[in-house]
């Protein structure tokens, strides 16, 4: 039982790894993309309101299923450690 509890927070560590770096490397092409490419100035002001407008939205939702998940996993693993000692 203790093995499969400590194999059980090594996996959510590794796929909590592996979301972040999937996330941070889509950030990496957002940035280089609009490094690279030439906007005007009224791209640059439509495209930082929309992110204004949409960012709320997209981003909230995304952060409460991972504090929830999280939040799951964790009660999970205290359940756990409780019923074995």
Do not use: C, H
């Not at 093995?3 to 796929?15: A, C, D, M, P, R």
């Not at 909230?60 to 019923?83: D, E, K, N, R, T």
């Amino acid at each position: 039982m203790n093995t499969i509890l400590i194999f059980g927070s090594l996996g959510l560590v590794v796929v909590a790894a592996i979301v972040t770096v999937i996330a941070l490397k889509q950030e990496e092409r957002k940035i280089k993309k609009y490094q690279t490419d030439v906007f005007s100035y009224e791209d640059e002001l439509k495209r930082s309101q929309e992110y204004e407008e949409n960012s709320i939205r997209n981003v909230i939702p995304i952060q409460l299923w991972m504090y929830g998940i999280g939040l799951v996993a964790s009660i999970v693993l205290i359940i756990a450690f409780a019923i074995y000692y």
